[in-house]
């Protein structure tokens, strides 16, 4: 069973600075078949990004994702108030055992 | 625009069951797998079940085993969660997610419901 590990827990930061949120697999994730989603406090989630690093349809391009293997990065290079959100990793492909999400990172205003 | 209206949640006893449904719009249903996510009252997100295009195919997650049963009714753009045997820890907001890939069953969640409620008390 793979186990996702994202960190920080909660990321306090202001409008206009990055964010960099990490998501680390406990196994090696096939093809960087790994997924990132946003969810607002009382929204579904969305999702940003498949394939590690391509950007869903209608993503903003501030969004970017990065890493293979085990370590994933999910980038927001300048926070807008919309942003702030919860965010989830979760690996995909053939094998649904894969299909577990990470805990998840708050990125909250500071 | 892809739709996706979930509905069939509600209060239930323990060991009792309860079917959700989901009625799908804006895409071409029959073209791709659907799934089931639920989040717990304060959780995270937790992959319940998937069923492929053509049903050819239902998986589940170890904590629904044996207890849940996915279907879809393509004629009626619709999909279907059977839930027996419901546990306190079942409690969660349920949603119909759409697979991003047509014709697979890639796990990419890419479009979500607005979710519905099902709370498993005494």
Known sequence: EIVLTQSPGTLSLSPGERATLSCRASQSVSNNYLAWYQQKPGQAPRLLIYGASSRATGIPDRFSGSGSGTDFTLTISRLEPEDFAVYYCQPYGSSYEMWTFGQGTKVEIK | ?122
């Open chain 2, 1 to 122: 625009e892809v739709q996706l209206e979930e509905s069939g949640g509600g209060l239930v006893q323990p060991g009792r069951s309860l079917r959700l449904s989901c009625a799908a719009s804006g895409f071409s249903f029959d073209d791709y797998a659907m799934y089931w996510v639920r989040q717990g009252p304060g959780k995270g997100l937790e992959w319940v079940s998937g069923i492929s295009w053509n049903s050819g195919s239902m998986v589940y997650g170890d904590s629904v085993k044996g207890r849940f049963t996915i279907s879809r009714d393509n004629a009626k753009n619709s999909l279907y969660l059977q839930m027996n045997s419901l546990r306190a820890e079942d409690t969660a907001l349920y949603y119909c997610v759409k697979d991003r890939l047509v014709g697979h069953t890639s796990g990419i969640f890419e479009n979500w419901g607005q979710g519905t409620l099902v709370t498993v008390s005494s």
